[in-house]
């Protein structure tokens, strides 16, 4: 009984038989009385007016009961047909959903021919196209992380290896660069701890009124003694005035830190970035240019995504994910990170845009 086909079945069935006695009290009533109006009007005499009467009634009744039968059929065999269309495509959805479950990315359901049930089908099948994307981008984030570690855990473990065997000297100059590479661990255990907390929307932001300009400025000079070790160009080109927002500083400064790191990395020596801060009607912008090795259309579209770095670019430099926090940051405060680039080999523009009046409690 709690198979949707036998239910429907049933149901149809149950619509049939109700109609069928409902019919059959109506016309026993008031096919008698309709009877005999018609024969006093023809004036037939009462013993016939009688026989008439119940010949016609037992008539009416074995027409009622062959109707109501031949309609329970006719209802139930159609009802079957229905159950049997509408269940075929769930039971397909169904299928679906545990192939899924069980890591089949792959599998698609056929299109019934119903909109609803299609509508259906094909929101399962967007599932499955967003699951299997989604678990190409887990193991290339796996792959990503385990490259990443194993880099500087190499360069770690060779000159501790080294130094125990006395072939490396312990000199502070040699614990620099052991420095240098558990920074580089650090700085990437940072950045997957601030993705996963944006990720869970766990990043706190404080929004306060903040001179934007300032910000920026400040955030791109730290960078610039890093800069100047690439041969690169840093122009900071500070606002004529103040462009005040209502902003977390901490996080502006963090998004702007980020943008710039990736334009030291994809601008080569004799390079030069700008930075700069202006008004856009009721949007704040903060552009970080280079004139460094570019973007395609194609990476455009993508280098925002997690670990994602221009294939044969210096931007495959870094942890890979600055950029994905930036925007997130971004969002966090109602704004944008955006990038644009005529093309490979002529330099890239990423722009925050962020709305002049952000509401406190973001």
């Known amino acids: 009984m709690n198979r949707l086909v036998t239910r429907l079945v049933l149901s149809h069935a149950a619509v049939a038989i109700i109609a069928g006695v409902a019919t059959m009290v109506i016309v026993r009533q008031l096919a008698p009385l309709l009877f005999d109006e018609r024969v006093r009007r023809a004036g037939q005499g009462a013993g016939l007016a009688g026989i008439l009467r119940q010949q016609f009634a037992s008539a009416v009744d074995q027409s009622l009961v062959v109707g109501v039968l031949i309609g329970v059929v006719a209802a139930t065999v159609t009802g079957a047909i229905a159950a049997y269309r509408l ?25 019934p021919h119903d909109r609803e049930l299609a509508d259906l089908a094909h929101d399962v099948n967007e599932l499955g196209k967003s699951l299997s994307e989604t678990e190409v981008r887990r193991t290339a984030l796996i792959s990503d992380v385990a490259h990443e570690l194993r880099t500087p855990l190499t ?10 065997d006395d072939v490396i000297p312990t000199t502070p100059a040699q614990l620099a660069l052991l420095q240098v590479e558990t920074r580089r661990l650090r700085r990437l255990a940072e950045d997957l701890s601030t993705l996963s907390r944006a990720d869970e929307g766990r990043l706190a932001i404080v929004p306060v009124d903040m001179d934007l300009a300032g910000v920026a400025s400040g955030a791109a000079a730290r960078l610039a003694p890093q800069a100047a070790d690439a041969g690169i160009t840093l122009d900071v080109r500070p606002a004529a005035g103040p462009v005040v927002v209502c ?22 020596p004799g390079g030069t970035i700008t930075v700069g801060v202006t008004r856009k009607g009721e949007r704040a912008l903060v552009t970080v240019s280079d004139t ?11 280098v925002f995504e997690r670990f994602y770095r221009a294939p044969g670019s210096a931007r495959e430099h870094g942890s890979g994910v600055g950029l994905t926090i930036a925007r997130m940051l971004a969002r966090g405060h109602g704004g944008e990170v955006y990038a644009a680039s005529p093309g490979p080999g002529l330099g890239a523009t990423f722009t925050l845009d962020l709305p002049m009046d952000i509401p406190l409690g973001v």
Do not use: C, F, K, W
Request: charged share 20%; glycine share 12%; proline share 6%.
């Open 87 to 111: 269940v075929r495509p769930l039971g397909q959805v169904r299928e679906a959903a545990r192939r899924l479950a069980d890591g089949d990315y792959q599998h698609r359901v056929p299109l």
């Open 155 to 164: 360069v770690i473990d060779g000159y501790l290896e080294g130094m125990i």
């Open 247 to 268: 902003a977390d500083p901490d996080r502006v400064s963090q998004i702007v830190t980020n943008l710039v790191g990736n334009a030291i990395h994809a601008t080569p």
């Open 292 to 302: 460094g090795v570019g973007l395609s259309a194609g990476d455009l579209a993508r």
